[in-house]
């Protein structure tokens, strides 16, 4: 008999997550949303876009190419003769920082999270989530948008709620609650979707 193994049982097995400052509201925020691409990923069904991670590798390849060029360059003539070359370098340098600040700031967006739901070959859904968490504040608010596909329609839902709930006394995150919370709000989603 073949040996089959649930994601539930799997979830059990793993090593629990710890946060070592259960009050650092950047440390929970970042906690709770590795365990939402996580969930979304594995358990979810969805297929991870991974878009920003490559324009910021793109920008960041660029920047490499860009000094490794001046570098030879430098070497070959003299540093004399590329002053104004390792200027332009340094000026890119600062050019390509901006653009992915500015790509981070207004076009991911707080996007934790991006994926693809495909029914059988066809592209059915895409979802999106952004999640917020002021740094005093208990409050986390969860960002969804789906949209479908298939028929052009697509639904925004927000879900806020107090981090206290999901972490322990000693900081470890109770995730069947939280993968529960993350499972309704989608549910939530996907219900409001078919409404209309």
């Given at each position: 008999?073949?040996?089959?193994?649930?994601?539930?049982?799997?979830?059990?097995d793993q090593?629990?997550?710890?946060?070592?400052?259960?009050?650092?509201?950047?440390?929970?925020?970042?906690?709770?949303?590795?365990?939402?691409?996580?969930?979304?990923?594995?358990?979810g069904?969805?297929?991870?876009?991974?878009?920003?991670?490559?324009?910021?590798?793109?920008?960041?390849?660029?920047?490499?190419?860009?000094?490794?060029?001046?570098?030879?360059?430098?070497?070959?003539?003299?540093?004399?003769?590329?002053?104004?070359?390792?200027?332009?370098?340094?000026l890119?340098?600062?050019?390509?920082?901006?653009?992915?600040?500015?790509?981070?700031?207004?076009?991911?967006?707080?996007?934790?999270?991006?994926?693809?739901?495909?029914?059988?070959?066809?592209?059915?859904?895409?979802?999106?989530?952004?999640?917020?968490?002021?740094?005093?504040?208990?409050?986390?608010?969860?960002?969804?948008?789906?949209?479908?596909?298939?028929?052009?329609?697509?639904?925004?839902?927000?879900?806020?709620?107090?981090?206290?709930?999901w972490?322990?006394?000693?900081?470890?995150?109770?995730?069947?609650?939280?993968?529960?919370?993350?499972?309704?709000?989608?549910?939530?989603?996907?219900?409001?979707?078919?409404?209309?």
């Amino acid at each position: 008999m073949a040996n089959t193994t649930t994601a539930t049982e799997t979830n059990k097995d793993q090593e629990p997550i710890q946060v070592d400052n259960k009050y650092d509201g950047k440390q929970l925020k970042h906690t709770l949303d590795d365990e939402i691409a996580r969930y979304l990923g594995n358990e979810g069904g969805y297929k991870q876009s991974h878009q920003h991670a490559y324009v910021k590798l793109v920008f960041g390849y660029l920047s490499c190419f860009i000094a490794a060029g001046q570098f030879l360059y430098e070497r070959k003539h003299g540093f004399d003769n590329v002053k104004f070359g390792t200027l332009g370098c340094v000026l890119f340098f600062w050019v390509f920082q901006s653009a992915i600040w500015l790509y981070t700031r207004f076009i991911e967006n707080n996007e934790i999270f991006a994926a693809f739901l495909y029914d059988g070959k066809t592209h059915a859904g895409t979802v999106s989530v952004t999640t917020e968490m002021h740094q005093y504040s208990p409050e986390y608010h969860i960002h969804c948008l789906y949209t479908n596909e298939l028929t052009h329609k697509s639904v925004r839902c927000k879900v806020t709620t107090n981090v206290e709930q999901w972490f322990n006394e000693d900081g470890q995150l109770m995730k069947d609650a939280f993968d529960q919370h993350i499972k309704d709000a989608v549910s939530k989603v996907h219900k409001h979707l078919h409404q209309e």
